[in-house]
């Protein structure tokens, strides 16, 4: 037996050795919210429908976005998320019914295809059906408003239709519904018909939400600027977190609400996980108002870190304030939980104050939970905490002064490393002096847990002499 033999915890050895074993002694691998993670809700005229596609920073350019979820305002939408710092957006297109586009092609002696959209839509597709330069090969080309989408090549011969089948097995735009063997015509911009896209209701967006439950999210944005829909959407979001989902979501007014209203709407909210948003901005390529408002100042605030303020946050692109405020109406908004855009002092837009809709806090919260930062560091702060003790109960911690002293160790461990970040100023996990340990449960607090927030008010005094 060599030197150094393994032994098991409490195992007595017959013979005379050193043995050792390995333990975790607590570094477990720390946790950070994932940034850039957002999510939406649309209608459209192109994707998936009761599915959520997940869509990357990389696909935001227009044909990408076009190929994937559609055009129109839903395009506008993530292209604004993406402007903002999105990295990733869980998309969900709402809805019921509509039609798939058809086109049968057919030899009347021979083979025939019919051919379908893959989704129902508006979108009218053209598919061009001829000789390759190849003489054993025939292509297929498929044309949206005189532009090519797709064209692929395939053998000729008394199998066409089936062979046509097989690589339409790639397109992004078309199925084949059935096909039967046999050598097909050639057509010229024959238009697949009888498409239309879904019907979208209230209550699609209200079905679509349970979608998301199983993606990690940020925060939510819909394409619409529906009250009735928002307070579904809040719902939704509280839901979440009540189940231990950290999240929150981003709306905005469509500006056809007079001032006070706009205030009364971001009041009836009074959440801090909801951002309310009462003006736009216009940029060198279209007024950000609304939705599109929403979207881009949400695509700001998941993609910085937990410690990033939104006050005087400028908007890239921005030219002009679309519904600037008078200066009572900007301390009003800052007292009421509406968020505004206002112009620096170099005349750039910017959101004026990084807040969200807690106007009155409740038993359990305090006024910190209004700063939009600070919320997201408390977030931040309580999910790596969650998981360090989650991962410690995993291995089987005992329920007694040691194994409790194991998880404050870890727990402290996190919040060092923030006050390092400079997300915390202090604060320390200890064993409730309220309610003692006993049997399976332990319950902790905190001590002197305070989370910093950026400098945003200076007051200067100036004291002259003559």
Same mark, same amino acid.
């Given at each position: 037996?060599?030197?150094?033999?393994?032994?098991?915890?409490?195992?007595?050895?017959?013979?005379?050795?050193?043995?050792?074993?390995?333990?975790?002694?607590?570094?477990?691998?720390?946790?950070?919210?994932?940034?850039?993670?957002?999510?939406?809700?649309?209608?459209?005229?192109?994707?998936?429908?009761?599915?959520?596609?997940?869509?990357?920073?990389?696909? #935001?350019?227009?044909?990408? @976005?076009?190929? +994937?979820?559609?055009?129109?305002?839903?395009?506008?939408? @993530?292209?604004?998320?993406?402007?903002?710092?999105?990295?990733?957006?869980?998309?969900?297109?709402?809805?019921?019914g509509g039609a798939k586009g058809k086109l049968t092609i057919q030899e009347a002696s021979a083979g025939n295809i019919e051919l379908t959209t893959?989704?129902?839509?508006?979108?009218?597709?053209?598919?061009? @059906?001829?000789?390759?330069?190849?003489?054993?090969?025939?292509?297929?080309?498929?044309?949206?408003?005189?532009?090519?989408?797709?064209?692929?090549?395939?053998?000729?011969?008394?199998?066409?239709?089936?062979?046509?089948?097989?690589?339409?097995?790639?397109?992004? &735009? +078309?199925?084949?519904?059935?096909?039967?063997?046999?050598?097909?015509?050639?057509?010229?911009?024959?238009?697949?018909?009888?498409?239309?896209?879904?019907?979208?209701?209230?209550?699609?967006?209200?079905?679509?939400?349970? @979608?998301?439950?199983?993606?990690?999210?940020?925060?939510?944005?819909?394409?619409?600027?529906?009250?009735?829909?928002?307070?579904?959407?809040?719902?939704?979001?509280?839901?979440?977190?009540?189940?231990? &989902?950290?999240? $929150?979501?981003?709306?905005?007014?469509?500006?056809e609400d007079d001032f006070n209203t706009r205030i009364q709407k971001a009041k009836a909210f009074n959440d801090f996980a909801i951002i309310y948003i009462g003006n736009a901005?216009?940029?060198?390529?279209?007024?950000?108002?609304?939705? +599109?408002?929403?979207?881009?100042?949400?695509?700001?605030?998941?993609?910085?870190?937990?410690?990033?303020?939104?006050?005087?946050?400028?908007?890239?692109?921005?030219?002009?304030?679309?519904?600037?405020?008078?200066?009572?109406?900007?301390?009003?908004?800052?007292?009421?939980? +509406?968020?505004?855009?206002?112009?620096?002092?170099?005349?750039?837009?910017?959101?004026?104050?990084?807040? #969200?809709?807690?106007? $009155?806090?409740?038993?359990?919260?305090?006024?910190?939970?209004?700063?939009?930062?600070?919320?997201?560091?408390?977030?931040?702060?309580?999910?790596?905490?969650?998981?360090?003790?989650?991962?410690?109960?995993?291995?089987?911690?005992?329920?007694?002064?040691?194994?409790?002293?194991?998880?404050?160790?870890?727990?402290? *461990?996190?919040?060092?490393?923030?006050?390092?970040?400079?997300?915390?100023?202090?604060?320390?996990?200890?064993?409730?002096?309220?309610?003692?340990?006993?049997?399976?449960?332990?319950?902790?607090?905190?001590?002197?847990?305070?989370?910093?927030?950026?400098?945003?008010?200076?007051?200067?005094?100036? *004291?002259?002499?003559?």
């Amino acid at each position: 037996m060599g030197i150094g033999a393994m032994f098991k915890l409490g195992e007595q050895k017959a013979r005379p050795n050193v043995y050792v074993r390995w333990y975790n002694a607590g570094g477990y691998k720390s946790y950070a919210r994932p940034l850039g993670v957002g999510a939406a809700l649309v209608k459209s005229n192109w994707g998936p429908l009761g599915a959520v596609q997940t869509i990357e920073a990389s696909d #935001n350019d227009p044909a990408t @976005l076009k190929k +994937l979820i559609g055009s129109g305002l839903v395009a506008e939408l @993530l292209e604004e998320a993406f402007l903002g710092g999105a990295v990733f957006m869980h998309t969900v297109r709402v809805g019921n019914g509509g039609a798939k586009g058809k086109l049968t092609i057919q030899e009347a002696s021979a083979g025939n295809i019919e051919l379908t959209t893959k989704y129902p839509t508006s979108r009218k597709f053209e598919v061009t @059906l001829r000789d390759a330069l190849d003489p054993s090969k025939r292509e297929i080309i498929i044309t949206e408003e005189g532009r090519q989408l797709e064209s692929y090549s395939y053998e000729a011969g008394d199998n066409e239709a089936l062979a046509l089948t097989e690589v339409l097995t790639k397109s992004a &735009y +078309l199925d084949v519904k059935k096909a039967k063997e046999g050598s097909l015509p050639s057509v010229v911009s024959q238009q697949l018909i009888g498409g239309s896209d879904p019907t979208v209701t209230a209550e699609d967006y209200t079905s679509a939400m349970p @979608l998301l439950e199983t993606k990690f999210f940020d925060s939510l944005i819909l394409d619409t600027e529906n009250t009735a829909l928002q307070a579904s959407a809040q719902a939704f979001i509280r839901r979440r977190i009540q189940e231990g &989902y950290r999240t $929150s979501a981003v709306f905005a007014n469509d500006l056809e609400d007079d001032f006070n209203t706009r205030i009364q709407k971001a009041k009836a909210f009074n959440d801090f996980a909801i951002i309310y948003i009462g003006n736009a901005v216009r940029t060198t390529t279209r007024v950000l108002k609304g939705a +599109l408002a929403a979207a881009r100042v949400m695509g700001t605030m998941i993609s910085g870190t937990y410690k990033s303020s939104l006050t005087k946050n400028t908007i890239d692109g921005a030219v002009e304030i679309v519904g600037e405020l008078k200066s009572q109406e900007y301390i009003e908004a800052a007292n009421n939980g +509406l968020m505004v855009f206002s112009l620096n002092s170099d005349g750039i837009p910017q959101i004026d104050y990084g807040i #969200n809709t807690l106007a $009155s806090i409740g038993e359990d919260e305090d006024e910190g939970w209004k700063k939009i930062r600070r919320m997201r560091t408390r977030y931040e702060l309580i999910d790596r905490i969650v998981r360090k003790v989650d991962k410690a109960m995993s291995n089987n911690v005992d329920n007694n002064p040691d194994g409790r002293q194991h998880v404050i160790t870890l727990a402290n *461990g996190e919040i060092d490393q923030m006050i390092r970040d400079g997300g915390l100023e202090s604060g320390a996990m200890i064993v409730d002096p309220k309610t003692p340990p006993q049997g399976d449960s332990a319950w902790f607090t905190f001590d002197n847990l305070v989370d910093l927030d950026g400098l945003e008010k200076a007051y200067l005094a100036f *004291g002259f002499k003559y």
